[in-house]
Every structure is written in C-alpha cells, then in structure tokens.
C-alpha cells in the first residue's frame, strides 16, 4: 500500500471517528469514558496521518 493510500485510509477512519463522536454527543447520557476513547483514537489517528505526510513532504 502506497504512502497515499495509508493517508486516505487513516482520514477514512478520522472521518468515522468524527462520526461516532457525533452520535455518542446526542446521546440522551453520553458515556464520559467512549467520548475520551474517541478523542484519543481520532488524535492518535491525525498524529499517524501527519508523520506519514511529514515522511513524504506533503504538509497538512
């Protein structure tokens, strides 16, 4: 799989993060614990996302 391609995915599931976050927010009882797993896994998926542009020399 090409730099390119490990980008696009990590933004594919960036994206699927944004949404989970979205759905758990309207949640009558939103659980404290997912919203902060969300929130580590989106920023661990943007930190991975930016090495792998920084490596080829794209910037975001």
């Given amino acids: 799989m090409s730099r390119l391609q490990q980008v696009e995915t990590l933004r594919m599931q960036h994206?699927?993060?944004?949404?989970?976050?979205?759905?758990?927010?309207?949640?009558?009882?939103?659980?404290?614990?997912?919203?902060?797993?969300?929130?580590?896994?989106?920023?661990?998926l943007k930190d991975r996302i930016a090495r792998l542009m920084h490596r080829r020399g794209w910037f975001a």
């Fill in 15 to 44: 994206n699927q993060l944004d949404l989970e976050l979205a759905a758990e927010t309207l949640r009558p009882h939103p659980d404290p614990s997912r919203l902060s797993q969300l929130k580590r896994h989106k920023l661990n």
